[in-house]
Antibody, heavy 116, light 108 residues
């Protein structure tokens, strides 16, 4: 059973960079797409982007200038960096596995609050 | 970007009754949509992919239909554990994958 776990700071200051890591267990990170999705409190889901295990990535055009997703296959981890954050970036951030026919495994989510 | 519009925003249903949720795409997405269920404080769970294929372990009371721009998720004989928010997602034209705004199924 594949499991994903997000880790990283729960509080980030405005204008700084949000950094999260997702650790995948119970399966290899190879040969799948790995996504980041966020959900502002009380709102819907927003796809941030994904990375293939080889390192190729695709981002939401609305966030592309601020987002970097990277992968470390040796550690079975992938990471998200979102720069120049504002209060609008406050959300629960989920890491997930995308099999290109839906997102079949999700982490539990981690709340990141942007506040001074 | 393809816009996914779900209706209604809230659906009030009695236990044991049928719920019908709709999702409309702003342009054709073929059959490349998925449906998710999300309960408070939990991550979404994949219910349906390819518009009509149930994901592993999903009960048969959940069914999906449609193609092109109009899609439906039907839940027959609602159980107490089915009261939740449901999202559709298209993965035909990306980036980005886009989600609908959600339909909340509540107890009548």
């Amino acid at each position: 059973q594949v499991q994903l776990q997000e880790s990283g700071p729960g509080l980030v200051k405005p204008s700084e960079t949000l950094s999260l890591t997702c650790t995948v267990s119970g399966g290899s990170i190879s040969s799948y797409y790995w996504s980041w999705i966020r959900q502002p409190p009380g709102k819907g889901l927003e796809w941030i982007g994904y990375i293939f295990s080889s390192g190729s990535s695709n981002y939401n055009p609305s966030l592309k200038s601020r987002v970097t997703i990277s992968v470390d296959a040796s550690k079975n981890q992938f990471s998200l960096k979102l720069s120049s954050v504002t209060t609008a970036d406050t959300a629960v951030y989920y890491c997930a596995r995308d099999n290109l026919q839906g997102i079949d495994y999700w982490g539990q989510g981690t709340l990141v609050t942007v506040s001074s | 970007e393809i816009v996914m519009t779900q209706s209604p925003a809230t659906l009030s249903v009695s236990p044991g009754e049928r719920a019908t949720l709709s999702c409309r795409a702003s342009q054709s997405v073929s059959s490349n949509i998925a449906w998710y269920q999300q309960k408070p404080g939990q991550a979404p769970r994949l219910l349906i992919y390819g518009a009509s294929t149930r994901a592993a372990g999903i009960p048969a009371r959940f069914s999906g239909s449609g193609s092109g721009t109009e899609f439906t998720l039907t839940i027959t004989s609602l159980q107490s554990e089915d009261f939740a928010v449901y999202y559709c997602q298209q993965y035909n034209n990306w980036p980005p994958d886009t989600f609908g705004q959600g339909t909340k199924v509540e107890i009548k």
